[in-house]
């Protein structure tokens, strides 16, 4: 985690200094929910027309993961049969999953105007971090943790619905492309390891542990400008 709140401080530092520039002139800060790869939902703060229609958007995302384990990878990793899957274990009521996407994002935005009365858009693109975790409990066998983090880039675009002068609903169509890393594990007896995308067992790993490659998201919200 110091990883993520060190970037968390660093963007918003960047982005209360480029607001304070404008004295906090047009500055937006925004809520939007929708789907990345599952429920999610994202805060951003966004200060357009940095220079001429070029802005600086930064947010953080929260995504409940709806797919943290691989149906088709063996139950028990190294434990059990090849045939024995994290589905079938499921479905027999021996196993569940859950999972977590926490991602902070940079973007550098374009300002396209307005596209008919009250309708303005922006385009966005940037870096990503995403901090993303997944628990496989196989109940009395206990549970394992599977956890990375990985940096990304992503694209979008924004488009704004004025509602009053300061308040607008605001749609965010992207996709965010995440980088292969190294999956840490955790059986919650103080077993611990750190498998590198190097490692010969990486492969075994990653076809377990679900987490972002490419995503599209699709959110919906308001935003308040100041």
């Given at each position: 985690m110091?990883?993520?709140?060190t970037?968390t401080l660093?963007t918003?530092?960047?982005t209360?200094?480029?607001?304070?520039a404008?004295?906090l002139?047009?500055?937006?800060l925004?809520?939007?929910?929708?789907?990345?790869?599952g429920?999610?939902g994202?805060?951003?703060?966004h200060?357009p027309?940095v220079?001429?229609?070029i802005?600086?958007?930064?947010?953080v995302a929260?995504?409940?993961?709806s797919?943290?384990?691989?149906d088709?990878?063996?139950e028990?990793?190294?434990?059990?049969g090849?045939?024995?899957?994290?589905g079938?274990a499921k479905a027999?009521g021996?196993?569940?999953?859950?999972?977590?996407?926490t991602?902070i994002?940079l973007?550098?935005?374009?300002?396209l105007?307005?596209?008919?009365?009250?309708?303005?858009a922006?385009?966005?693109g940037?870096?990503r971090?995403?901090?993303?975790?997944?628990?496989?409990d196989?109940?009395s066998?206990?549970?394992?943790t599977?956890?990375?983090?990985?940096f990304g880039?992503?694209?979008?675009?924004?488009v704004?619905?004025?509602?009053?002068?300061?308040?607008?609903?605001v749609g965010?169509?992207g996709v965010?492309?995440?980088?292969k890393?190294a999956?840490?594990?955790?059986?919650?007896n103080?077993?611990?390891d750190?498998?590198a995308?190097?490692?010969?067992?990486?492969s075994?790993?990653?076809n377990?542990?679900?987490?972002?490659?490419?995503?599209?998201?699709?959110r919906?919200?308001v935003?308040?400008?100041?």
């Amino acid at each position: 985690m110091k990883p993520l709140l060190t970037l968390t401080l660093l963007t918003l530092a960047a982005t209360t200094a480029t607001a304070g520039a404008q004295s906090l002139s047009g500055v937006e800060l925004g809520l939007t929910g929708g789907y990345a790869g599952g429920l999610s939902g994202e805060l951003f703060v966004h200060a357009p027309n940095v220079a001429g229609p070029i802005g600086v958007k930064a947010g953080v995302a929260y995504t409940r993961a709806s797919d943290a384990i691989n149906d088709n990878s063996p139950e028990l990793p190294g434990i059990s049969g090849p045939d024995d899957t994290f589905g079938k274990a499921k479905a027999a009521g021996r196993a569940s999953e859950s999972g977590s996407h926490t991602v902070i994002s940079l973007d550098g935005t374009y300002g396209l105007g307005e596209l008919t009365p009250g309708v303005d858009a922006a385009l966005y693109g940037g870096a990503r971090y995403g901090v993303f975790r997944s628990v496989a409990d196989y109940g009395s066998n206990g549970a394992t943790t599977y956890s990375s983090n990985a940096f990304g880039i992503g694209a979008g675009v924004m488009v704004s619905y004025a509602l009053t002068g300061t308040l607008s609903l605001v749609g965010d169509l992207g996709v965010d492309h995440y980088f292969k890393s190294a999956i840490r594990t955790d059986d919650g007896n103080g077993n611990t390891d750190t498998i590198a995308t190097n490692d010969g067992s990486y492969s075994t790993f990653d076809n377990t542990f679900v987490r972002p490659g490419t995503v599209f998201k699709a959110r919906i919200g308001v935003k308040s400008t100041f």
